[in-house]
Nanobody
Framework: QVQLVESGGGLVQAGGSLRLSCAAS????????MGWHRQAPGKQRELVAT???????NYADSVKGRFTISRDNAKNTIYLQMNNLKPEDTAVYYC??????????????WGQGTRVTVSS
């Protein structure tokens, strides 16, 4: 079983910054891509950013140049540095991981979510 625990959300004014963290723990053999998704009220969950263990990253167009995803493989932890936040970034942010449990890969591991609220 794998647990993903997010932290770092909160309330910030537009133009401000927040840093989210997501740590993976439990019983697993390997983690491939990890990433952040978000879900705003009344909207579908959307991809924000992903990162491969070797470093390659992928970002949604809406956050390019403002958000930076990083990873500490030794700690099985990823981070999302969010700068120049906008009210439209308000959402619950979820961590996601692609995990090898010894028999198969599954990308259906999610954290409980951390809320980010950006006031105008």
């Amino acid at each position: 079983q794998v647990q993903l625990v997010e932290s770092g959300g909160g309330l910030v004014q537009a133009g401000g910054s927040l840093r989210l963290s997501c740590a993976a723990s439990g019983s697993f053999f390997s983690i491939k891509d990890m990433g952040w998704h978000r879900q705003a009220p009344g909207k579908q969950r959307e991809l924000v950013a992903t990162i491969h263990p070797g470093g390659p990253t992928n970002y949604a167009d809406s956050v390019k140049g403002r958000f930076t995803i990083s990873r500490d493989n030794a700690k099985n932890t990823i981070y999302l540095q969010m700068n120049n936040l906008k009210p439209e970034d308000t959402a619950v942010y979820y961590c996601n991981a692609d995990v090898w449990d010894g028999s198969s890969w599954s990308d259906d591991y999610w954290g409980q979510g951390t809320r980010v609220t950006v006031s105008s």
